[in-house]
């Protein structure tokens, strides 16, 4: 099924250790997304891809990286996991601008201890 | 700069009720506006959206209105089933924030039987 494919689902690391969440769009989106998902905070921005060969901060972009491999892909890096990285962590993809809404990853569980 | 406030939940209904979680966004610029609905486990997905004023959303018996005038986006369905039991974020896009989704904290529903 055409979509957003992200890996892993499940992911528990210590405090320190380094991780890359893998995202994957097959419906040839310009512009892709990493949100984090917090109880009560809904979900906040940390990098988004406007367009291939481009990346921008969000609203939280602290204590992450990320890399827009080619059209397709759009990883998430977490050099040095802290707890405060606990978190649903969700990618998206869009045409330009987004107008037309996201679409939306299954959603990858981390917990740091 | 650009927000979305959604009613507080959880909301608690039993089948058949009339539903409706309110939502005001911040007026800046002309943004379309979004529900999307997220089940348990599951990403997000777009339930519905209107992308000028006057417009009317709607899908799968949920509907929302974008009021310029009172700058809200409320949700509703008249008789709620209890697979509708989810949570529920109200999402702006556009304006001065070009395509970035800006979404509210999440209402969870609960349907009982």
Wanted: charge should be neutral; include cysteine; charged fraction near 15%.
């Amino acid at each position: 099924n055409a979509g957003v494919t992200q890996t892993p689902k499940f992911q528990v690391l210590k405090t320190g250790q380094s991780m890359t969440l893998q995202c994957a769009q097959d419906m040839n989106h310009n512009s892709m997304y990493w949100y984090r998902q917090d109880p009560g905070m809904g979900l906040r921005l940390i990098y988004y891809s406007a367009s291939e060969g481009t990346t921008d901060k969000g609203e939280v972009p602290n204590g992450y990286n990320v890399s827009r491999l080619n059209k397709r892909e759009f990883s998430l890096r977490l050099e040095s996991a802290a707890p405060s990285q606990t978190s649903v962590y969700f990618c998206a993809s869009s045409e330009a601008w987004g107008e037309g809404g996201y679409t939306f990853g299954s959603g990858t569980r981390l917990t740091v201890v | 700069g650009n927000s979305v406030t959604q009613m507080e939940g959880p909301v608690t209904l039993s089948e058949e009720a009339f539903l409706t979680i309110n939502c005001t966004y911040t007026a800046t610029g002309y943004p379309s506006l979004f529900w999307y609905v997220q089940y348990p486990g599951e990403g997000l997905q777009l339930l519905l959206k209107a992308t000028k004023a006057d417009d009317k959303g709607s899908n799968k018996g949920f509907e929302a209105t974008y009021r310029k005038e009172t700058t809200s986006f409320h949700l509703e369905k008249g008789s709620v089933q209890v697979s509708d039991s989810a949570v529920y974020f109200c999402a702006r896009a556009g304006g001065t924030s070009y395509g970035k989704l800006t979404f509210g904290q999440g209402t969870i529903l609960t349907v009982h039987p």
